[in-house]
């Protein structure tokens, strides 16, 4: 069965802090990685992956995949209280986009 | 502006009672899925739909049932049988479905049970 893990399930740090955010899986026939910010009620899209070892950046978010030890990463630099969110890992295999659990993300000032 | 509308954002429903949660998208996309988010767990896969006419069971589908008559519409309804209906609802929708592709979520549906 198909499968994503994410750690921490919650995570509190002030502001200014670095933020690593883990997404491990298992899934069959794999196609990409995506990373979703949910603050209040729609998820929002931050990247997606499909290549190893390639960094994809936005101002202080960035994320890597490594395929062969089937996880990602989502790194927050110098993090502020609007990162405050829940963050959602999914990966898309054969038929559908399977979700981890979300990492809850507090920052606090 | 193109996007996913869902409505009514809270819903209330009584014992044995069928309740229809709406959405509509104008992005032209093909693919429309319904999700469950529970607090502290991920969104579990409901339904999804590939084409209009056609749909599948997700994961948790026992108690739901969907309907795909117009590419723009994907109503959910929760039935008598889904015994823990309290939960947010998203709906989202992609240009294809198994593409990998991101999703385009709506703002959700609170359903709570009276």
């Known amino acids: 069965e198909d499968k994503v893990v994410q750690s921490p399930l919650s995570l509190v740090v002030h502001e200014g802090d670095t933020v690593t955010l883990n997404c491990s899986y298992e899934?069959?026939?794999?196609?990409?990685l995506l990373w979703y910010k949910q603050e209040k009620k729609a998820p929002t899209f931050l990247f997606m992956l499909t290549s190893s070892g390639i960094e994809k950046k936005s101002g202080r978010l960035s994320s890597i995949l490594d395929k062969k030890e089937l996880f990602s990463i989502l790194n927050i630099t110098a993090t502020q209280t609007g990162d405050s969110a829940i963050y959602l890992c999914?990966?898309?295999?054969?038929?559908?986009?399977?979700f981890g659990q979300g990492t809850r993300l507090t920052i606090n000032p | 502006d193109g996007g996913i509308t869902q409505s009514p954002k809270y819903l209330f429903r009584k014992e044995g009672q069928n309740v229809t949660l709406s959405c509509e998208q104008n992005?032209?996309?093909?693919?429309m899925y319904w999700y469950r988010q529970d607090p502290g767990q991920g969104l579990r896969l409901i339904y999804y739909?590939?084409?209009?006419?056609?749909?599948q069971k997700g994961d948790i589908a026992e108690g739901y049932s969907v309907s795909r008559e117009k590419k723009e519409s994907f109503p959910l309804t929760v039935t008598s049988a889904q015994k823990n209906p309290t939960a947010f609802y998203l709906c989202?929708?992609?240009?294809?479905?198994?593409?990998?592709?991101?999703?385009?979520f709506g703002s959700g549906t609170q359903l709570s049970v009276l």
């Open positions: 899934v069959t026939n794999f196609r990409s």
């Open positions: 992005l032209n996309h093909d693919a």
């Open positions: 999914a990966v898309q295999g054969a038929q559908k986009l399977v």
């Open positions: 739909s590939q084409i209009v006419n056609d749909f």
């Open positions: 989202a929708s992609s240009p294809q479905s198994g593409r990998g592709e991101k999703l385009f």
